[in-house]
């Protein structure tokens, strides 16, 4: 959000300093610096018992991580997990929220193993299971380099 606020003062005050600078053009410039503070602003992720949700600038998306039906993941520029419930709502999520937060690790896998059990988990399980054992290793690892046993 700072860099978007940099961003509209440096551009009003160029935009002065030139000799035109205007109400429409001050407009023009908030409505840009306000569009780069939105796409720059990270997701926000949040679980609970049962669901997990990520709300966007625009959107709330949530499932419910005791009922999904399945979980995909899609690499590219930018990994990212696609997960769909039960209930037809769908979210999309970096796996890397997971790593830095093992709390919400931990709803989504308790989640994911409640839908396992009932049988709504048809694909993906696999994949979370992967994925558990990375970041119980990447957990491992950064125990290790905090206690000094690892560089």
């Keep these: 959000m700072s860099c978007a606020l940099l961003f509209c003062a440096m551009a009003l005050l160029v935009d002065w300093d030139a000799g035109s600078f205007t109400s429409l053009r001050a407009l023009l ?7 780069v503070g939105a796409v720059l602003l990270p997701p ?3 679980a609970g018992p049962g669901w997990l949700a990520v709300r966007t600038p625009w959107r709330r998306h949530v499932v419910r991580t005791d009922a999904l039906t399945s979980v995909r993941q ?4 930018s990994s990212h997990l696609v997960l769909r419930d039960v209930h037809g709502h769908c979210l ?4 890397r929220v997971l790593t ?3 709390l919400i690790w931990h709803a989504l896998d308790t989640g994911a193993c409640h839908s396992i059990e009932r049988g709504t988990l048809r694909h993906g399980a ?5 994925l558990g054992h990375r ?8 125990v290790l380099r905090a206690s000094g046993f690892s560089h």
């Design 100 to 102: 830095a937060n093992p």
């Design 126 to 130: 696999e994949l979370l299971d992967r």
């Design 29 to 35: 410039w908030l409505t840009v610096s306000a569009t």
């Design 92 to 95: 999309e999520l970096d796996p």
């Design 74 to 77: 899609y690499d590219g520029v």
């Design 44 to 46: 926000r992720v949040s």
């Design 135 to 142: 970041i119980d290793d990447e957990t491992v690892q950064a």
